[in-house]
């Protein structure tokens, strides 16, 4: 099993950047998909970002893409979500995910989730 802890969560003005930390306890980190997914009050869990276990290939929502970046480092077991160029409707509480398998965009395809962490972008 695989249990996640996400931090670098706040409040940030339309415009501003974050980046936020999702630390994996265990071992065959490097085994695992990570992906990023967020959800806003009233809306359903979306995708949001996936690096694959092997190739560390990415994909992106089309609403993020361009503005972050998904990476993950094996040796700290540790998967980033660098946000640039915040937006209101980035609002939302971000969790990360993990999988034994490869990339997929489905939350409910993912195994292990963290607690979440709140990003509030102001307008």
């Known amino acids: 099993q695989v249990q996640l802890v996400e931090s670098g969560g706040g409040l940030v003005q339309a415009g501003g950047s974050l980046r936020l930390s999702c630390v994996a306890s265990?071992?065959?980190?490097?085994?695992?998909?990570m992906g990023w997914f967020r959800q806003a009050p009233g809306k359903e869990r979306e995708f949001v970002a996936v690096i694959s276990r092997a190739d560390s290939r990415t994909f992106y929502a089309n609403s993020v893409k361009g503005r972050f970046t998904i990476s993950r480092d094996n040796t700290n077991n540790t998967v980033l979500l660098q946000m640039n160029w915040l937006k209101r409707e980035d609002t939302a509480t971000y969790y990360c995910?993990?999988?034994?398998?490869?990339?997929?965009?489905?939350?409910?395809?993912?195994?292990?989730w963290g607690q979440g962490t709140q990003v509030t972008v102001s307008s």
């Open positions: 265990g071992s065959a980190f490097s085994r695992y998909t």
């Open positions: 995910a993990a999988r034994y398998g490869s990339s997929r965009n489905e939350a409910n395809q993912y195994e292990y």
